[in-house]
């Protein structure tokens, strides 16, 4: 099965591709005028049209995640349901545990869109910082030196997009790219939680992942097999073995269900 939040992840991925495009076009509109060889000012370089993408890009993140968090969240409450065995019954009220994962789930996924814009925000700042240098510089040695210098910055953006996140090895992300990865993965662990807390809810501790076709080699070898959420179980190792060995990875649409004699 797919991400059952496919078209709410779109969304974003959409989003931030366009307030690229955008970012982009605005550097290219200064390092163009560099290149050109006309002198800029300070005022140049806080465009008012920059604010106005970086709001849209704020407000845009918060609604995003106000919906497609929660919605996910819903959708594994709703599979849990279905697969279920009806003679479970709820061992305590889950209301606020519910809304509690949904909420916190809801903010780390903020607080990493918000890791991405101010990454962007550094780096437009950078270029236009090292811009105004070199305009600074060339109108006092009456050199061109800063057409050089915007027509390097602009092959870089065209090449390599405006930098959303570097990750640990060092690797740069351009800001669509990266949303892709997190709307992926904040949708897929939304709908996750989803179906264990309803799991636990109902007291259901056996679960197993079912098989879809097209997976990741790394999951191959976990499908079809049993876990137990607690790790309490005796004839089944915990979940979180699975986890550790690689299952849930970055793009993983696997999940869990409840396990039911019927599905052996
Ligand atoms: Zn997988």
Redesign the pocket.
Known sequence: MANPSYAQSLRLIKFYNEAEREILQECNRLLLASINGNILGPGDYSSARMQQIRKDLLEGSRTWVQEAIPYSYMKGVDLADTSLPPENESIADFGEIHQKTAEALGKSTYSRLMDVISVVDRRVDDIFRKLELENTKSAVLGDQKEAQVAAKIKDDLAENGITGFVDKAGNTWDMGRYAEVLAQESTMQSFREGITNRLQEKAQDLVFIPA?SG??K??AE?EGKMYSLSGNDEKYPPLSEAIDGG???V????YVEAYRKTAE
Do not use: E
Request: charged content about 10%; aromatic content about 16%.
């Open positions: 879809h997976s990741c790394k999951c976990f299952m849930f990875h793009n993983c649409t696997h």
